[in-house]
Nanobody
Framework: QLQLVESGGGLVQPGGSLRLSCAAS????????VGWFRQAPGKEREGVSC????????TYADSVKGRFTISRDSANNTVYLQMNSLKPEDAAVYYC??????????????????????WGKGTPDTVST
């Protein structure tokens, strides 16, 4: 079965850290650009960060720049999102998506591309005192 599975979300206090994982099964992520998106209750889904298939190019939303780091691990067929200095406004369900054509950049993060090939089901991240 071809799928992406997110994990690593949870409850954390402001200022804390979480590392999200996006693991692929049934296909190899090496040929795919991968993006992280989030959706808070009552809000639209927004792009957070993406990484190119080569790993040489990354893009971050201004709201997370300097706090979040995206990386990929070919050996584990996984893309990570390290989230530091978390704020209450970072609380959301986080999703990863992969596509072999779109390219990492604002076309992907703004969801301007017709459809991304694979989406995970999401992992919740709660930042609360």
């Amino acid at each position: 079965q071809l799928q992406l599975v997110e994990s690593g979300g949870g409850l954390v206090q402001p200022g804390g850290s979480l590392r999200l994982s996006c693991a692929a099964s049934g296909f190899t992520l090496d040929s795919y650009d991968v993006g992280w998106f989030r959706q808070a209750p009552g809000k639209e889904r927004e792009g957070v960060s993406c990484i190119s298939f080569s790993g040489r190019s990354t893009t971050y939303a201004d709201s997370v720049k300097g706090r979040f780091t995206i990386s990929r691990d070919s050996a584990n067929n996984t893309v990570y999102l390290q989230m530091n200095s978390l704020k209450p406004e970072d609380a959301a369900v986080y999703y990863c998506a992969a596509d072999p054509v779109v390219g990492c950049g604002w076309t992907m993060l703004d969801l301007d591309y017709p459809t991304l090939d694979y989406w995970g089901k999401g992992t919740p991240d709660t930042v609360s005192t």
